[in-house]
């Protein structure tokens, strides 16, 4: 089988940078959510401190040093993604946005992405949301529902859960998501319900254990909705005059 690879990004500056911890904590739990699905995934971290001044010449000569042309290669090759940058002054960082100027905007087209921030305060956790995922947006890339936002109340001694608690959680819900992107489609979707009298694939919604409710659309009209009622009846009702 081949391998699946998954490429981290982590543009945190700390040392140790608490970005490349949660990097590393989704990378573990992706690689280990993509292996149950079947997957040999193969993640590779690409730490963008590293590549700061090669990052910085591109921008400015539009030439990629070798070090750089490599992440840039990876990035674009990926099966899937997993990018992190610390927020900073209510965004991401610098050097996470021009490494991704960087990149062909056309080459994430259709990647499933993991996004992930670190900050400061919880106050801005909103970050992941308001300005990662229009990034990923525009390449028109497949961003998990769940984006993990972590600050220094979510983390305990040596990156253990911390005071806040939940983000193993989170991370395990965004990691389930990206591996279920990878994982190829089942044969026949659905195959469990596909016979046997009452049916209908597609038609309606699990409400609990093995039981099954209507679609909307298949559902009793309801005598009791207001614009089923006559303007007397309603005043009726209203003013108690029946
Ligand atoms: C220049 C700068 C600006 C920052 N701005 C914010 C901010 O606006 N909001 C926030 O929550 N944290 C902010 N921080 C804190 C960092 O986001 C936080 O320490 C982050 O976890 C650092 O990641 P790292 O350890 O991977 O470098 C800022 C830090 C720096 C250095």
New binding site residues.
């Given amino acids: 089988m081949e391998a699946t690879s998954i490429v981290v990004i ?5 040392v ?6 949660l990097a590393d904590q989704l990378a573990a739990a992706a690689e280990r959510r993509a292996r149950e699905a079947g997957l040999e995934p193969l993640v590779t971290v690409y730490e963008l401190r590293d590549l700061a001044v090669d990052i910085a010449n591109n921008v400015v000569t539009g030439y990629a040093a070798p070090r750089l042309a490599e992440a840039i290669d990876a990035v674009e090759r990926a099966d899937a993604i997993i990018a992190v940058s ?6 991401y960082s610098g050097l996470f946005k021009s490494f991704i100027d960087v990149l062909d905007p056309k080459s994430l087209q259709g990647k499933p992405v993991l996004l992930g921030a ?4 919880e ?2 956790s909103m ?1 992941v949301d308001v300005a990662m995922r229009p990034l990923f947006a525009y390449l028109r890339t497949r961003i998990v529902p769940t984006a993990v936002f ?3 109340m979510d983390w305990g001694r040596d990156g253990a859960e911390g005071a806040n608690g939940g983000l193993s959680a989170r991370i395990e819900r965004a990691a389930a998501e990206l591996a279920a992107e990878l994982a190829p489609a089942p044969a026949h979707a659905g195959a469990d319900e596909g016979s046997g009298a009452g049916a209908h694939a597609g038609s309606g919604e699990r409400s609990g254990e093995g039981t099954r409710r209507p679609a909307l659309a298949t559902r009793p009209a309801v005598a009791t909705r207001p614009e089923d009622k006559s303007f007397e009846d309603i005043l009726a009702d209203l003013t108690g005059s029946r």
């Fill in positions: 982590s543009a945190g500056l700390g140790p940078s608490s970005s490349r911890l610390p927020v900073f002054s209510a965004s670190t900050g400061g305060s106050r801005h970050v972590a600050a220094p």
